[in-house]
């Protein structure tokens, strides 16, 4: 525990959308954004921002929300600045890089892929292993628990390998695998690894050096900022990489990775973001890598401990089934409801202003694997920061009146 308080009606104050009603327990699909990005993106384009680079003030403005948004999503994870590629999603990215890496990569190489992550951690590294002639390795999940054993890795991963793609945590069941033990068994080898930290990142304090990401992306829209995407790698790393780009454009540590003009104002708006994560331990001094290091660990500790009720809740109820007991999760629940398909439980939850997501959710190969995912996936309902006591019970109250 920390020596910070959390006061979640303040933080939920910061949030005009949460005003409405609803229970917003779909933050895993993504969070509503405060009063500050809202602002802090409005004041972006009410000021003036030409494209960057130009000679004109309007253009100064627009290079400093940039390089302002790389230092504030390097102090985030722990990386650096000049390592930070921004771009719209986490999935447009990862099949960037996954092309640019297979250009590397030759026939006989291998990369590992695992069945808990997010299919936008899976298809771009199978198809840009296709078309390199690379074999696909599979890290299996253990179905009872959830759970993605690290020692299997050391079977799964050879000489060969080249890449090992993993999530740090699945955005259905939560589950957090020991990626620290994952990448060290790749590096033995030499291989890269690319983690999968979209669903991680807002519920954990991250050190993209104690993971052993080489690369770690994570999608803003996930940490109440705007619909921005990111992949943090060392700048170092970066430069022995050579994406297709236009001749026109920047051939530089980290540009040459982004293609065409950003999305000014959003930038501007994840930077305010972060700002807004480091201020949740209600931390004032100190830098703000160690403000959010701070706030990260409250925000943990506030989550699990309404999630215990919420879990223990959905599974005090003997017409409902939840998925998943890994050791170390994120507050995301994943459940049915006995006799009704989850698109239908999902829809009565709207009536009772409950929102939760429903379905395969892109975690494609595990809910494959949980048998779910032809017979509509399931429920989930995750808990964010901004989550309240009250939020649980209008789930639970309304899940246990399906009874019978
Ligand atoms: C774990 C995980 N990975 C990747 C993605 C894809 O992120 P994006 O929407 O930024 O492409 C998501 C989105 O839900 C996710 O939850």
Redesign the pocket.
């Known amino acids: 525990m920390t020596n910070v308080t959390f006061d979640v009606e303040t933080v939920r104050a910061a949030y005009p959308a949460l005003r409405d009603g609803y229970a917003y327990l779909d933050g ?3 969070t509503q954004v405060p009063e500050a990005v809202i602002d802090t993106v409005a004041a972006a384009a009410r000021g003036g921002i030409g494209n960057a680079g130009g000679a004109f003030p309007a253009s100064h403005r627009a290079t400093a929300i940039v390089n302002g948004c790389r230092e504030a999503v390097a102090d985030l994870v722990g990386g650096e600045a000049a390592g930070v590629i921004l771009g ?7 099949y960037r890089l996954a092309g640019t890496l297979a250009d590397t990569w030759g026939p006989g190489d291998e990369i590992v892929v695992s069945r808990l ?5 899976v298809r771009p590294w199978l198809q840009a292993a296709a078309r390199a002639g690379v074999t696909v390795r599979w890290a299996e999940v253990d179905i009872s628990t959830g759970e993605l054993p690290a020692e299997q890795y050391a079977t799964l991963v050879g000489d060969r390998t080249r890449l090992v793609a993993v ?1 740090a ?3 259905i069941l939560g589950t957090r695998p020991d990626v620290a033990a994952i990448t060290a068994i790749a590096h033995q080898v030499g291989a890269l690894t690319y983690v ?5 990142t807002p519920h954990v304090p991250v050190d993209v050096h104690a993971l052993g990401a080489d690369f770690y ?1 994570t ?1 803003a ?2 940490w109440s900022g705007p ?1 921005i ?1 990111t992949v943090i790698a060392d700048p170092a790393l970066l430069d022995t990489l050579h994406p297709d780009k236009l001749a026109s454009s920047p051939d530089t540590i980290p540009e040459r990775f982004e293609y065409g003009t950003p999305a000014y104002a959003d930038l501007a708006g994840v930077t305010a973001a972060v700002d807004h994560l480091a201020s949740l331990g209600g931390e004032r001094f100190g830098t703000r890598r160690e403000r959010i290091l701070a706030s990260m660990t409250t925000v943990h500790d506030y989550e699990q401990a309404l999630f215990d009720t919420l879990l223990g809740g959905l599974n005090a109820l003997s017409h409902v089934t939840t998925y998943g007991k890994a050791a170390h999760r994120t507050a995301t629940a994943y459940f049915n409801v006995h006799g009704r398909p989850p698109a239908e439980v999902a829809a009565y939850l709207a009536e009772h202003r409950v929102n939760v997501w429903h379905g395969h ?3 494609w190969e595990l809910t494959g694997v949980l048998g779910l995912r032809d017979s509509g996936g399931a429920v989930r309902a995750g808990l964010v920061h901004y989550n309240n006591r009250h939020d649980v019970d209008q789930l639970l109250t309304a899940v246990a009146a399906l009874a019978a």
């Open positions: 895993a699909a993504g719209p999603n986490m999935t447009t990215l990862t992550d997010h299919d936008a951690n999530t945590a699945s955005n999968d930290g979209v669903h991680a992306a999608s829209y996930k619909h995407g959710n892109y975690a």
